[in-house]
Nanobody, 121 residues
């Protein structure tokens, strides 16, 4: 069982930055693929970034070059640094964990409660 708690969301102007954190419980954090997803009102949950247990990272084109995912296994924490934010980045951001490497939300077993990110124009 893994519990995930996100933090760091908020309101920011377009062009600004935010760093999200996701703290995980459990002793096997380093074995998990950690993912970030987001969901805007009326839209499906979409993939934002993932980092594997081997520190490989993957991003969709919509955030590549602007967002950076990283993990600190000593702190059981994964981060999402978001730069050059756009109004279309506005959504609830969720942290997820699973042993598999996947870019689809349905593949992840464990989820946090989400944190709101709002980007004003």
């Amino acid at each position: 069982q893994v519990q995930l708690v996100e933090s760091g969301g908020g309101l920011v102007q377009a062009g600004g930055s935010l760093r999200l954190s996701c703290a995980a419980s459990g002793r096997t954090f380093s074995s998990y693929t950690m993912g970030w997803f987001r969901q805007a009102p009326g839209k499906e949950r979409e993939f934002v970034a993932l980092v594997t247990s081997g520190d490989s990272t993957y991003y969709p084109d919509s955030v590549k070059g602007r967002f950076t995912i990283s993990r600190d296994n000593a702190k059981n924490t994964v981060y999402l640094q978001m730069n050059s934010l756009k109004p279309e980045d506005t959504a609830i951001y969720y942290c997820a964990a699973d042993y598999r490497v996947a870019m689809v939300a349905g593949a992840y077993r464990y989820w946090g409660q989400g944190t709101q990110v709002t980007v004003s124009s």
